[in-house]
């Protein structure tokens, strides 16, 4: 069984700064054989991709939304993943998700394991 558990949300102010983080656990599982990506989802709107890394750290990509201000690493060390989110915009407020599959990118459907969610929200 494999789970993914997110950390780091909270309520940050306009401009201000977050780092996420995603654990991996599970028997015999590895995340750094996988792609991971994050994702968040607004009240109202559709789970949209926001960043991805390869299973090596060597290739990312991000939403041209977030793009210059949030960083996707990882830690496969630690089987962890960060989203460094900077320079935060109320429209960043959303529950994000981390996920890991075999492909990567920021379409949903390639991702075959999901975390519960961190709720983030951005207000003054």
């Known amino acids: 069984q494999v789970q993914l558990v997110e950390s780091g949300g909270g309520l940050v102010r306009p401009g201000g700064s977050l780092r996420l983080s995603c654990t991996a656990s599970?028997?015999?599982?590895?995340?750094?054989?996988?792609?991971s990506g994050w994702f968040r989802q607004a009240p109202g709107k559709e789970r949209e991709g926001v960043s991805w890394i390869s299973n090596s750290g060597r290739t990312s990509g991000y939403a041209g939304s977030v793009n210059e201000r949030f960083t996707i690493s990882r830690d496969n060390a630690k089987n962890t993943v960060y989203l460094q989110m900077n320079s935060l915009k109320p429209e960043d407020t959303a529950v994000y998700y981390c996920?890991?599959?075999?492909?990567?990118?920021?379409?949903?459907?390639?991702?075959?394991?999901w975390g519960q969610g961190t709720q983030v929200i951005v207000s003054s």
């Open positions: 996920a890991t599959g075999p492909a990567g990118g920021l379409d949903r459907r390639e991702y075959r394991f």
């Open positions: 599970g028997s015999g599982f590895t995340l750094g054989y996988y792609a």
